[in-house]
Nanobody
Framework: VQLVESGGGLVQSGGSLRLSCAASGFTFSTYTMSWYRRAPGKERELVAAVGSGAGSTSYADSVKGRFTISRDNARNTLFLQMNALKPEDTAVYYC????????????WGQGTQVTVSS
């Protein structure tokens, strides 16, 4: 059971990055998937989430209109397209999966660093 993020890096303010999260070892299509982030000295923040059927998405107010979450269930991969990046978007970004059903299993990736320079 594993989630592996990639795509982080250093980008200038106003730039774009696309994060990916590759899933393995579980039925990806049945999990609600999310992106979280943790900036230095701050609490972990839910950035965006997408339902198992990819029909429903939600976003933190701070990223609405700039970030887009999507998933490819055939490739077991979650994405986060980040545009118009700001220095305050600098954080470690984590991929998370929550199973459906009575018992909720939570899976976390190891995180990928995103740094936005001003």
């Amino acid at each position: 059971v594993q989630l592996v993020e990639s795509g982080g890096g250093l980008v200038q303010s106003g730039g774009s990055l696309r994060l990916s999260c590759a899933a393995s070892g579980f039925t990806f299509s049945t999990y609600t998937m999310s992106w979280y982030r943790r900036a230095p000295g701050k609490e972990r923040e839910l950035v965006a989430a997408v339902g198992s059927g990819a029909g429903s998405t939600s976003y933190a107010d701070s990223v609405k209109g700039r970030f887009t979450i999507s998933r490819d269930n055939a490739r077991n991969t979650l994405f986060l397209q980040m545009n118009a990046l700001k220095p305050e978007d600098t954080a470690v970004y984590y991929c998370n999966g929550i199973s459906s059903g009575v018992i909720r299993l939570s899976i976390w990736g190891q995180g990928t660093q995103v740094t936005v320079s001003s």
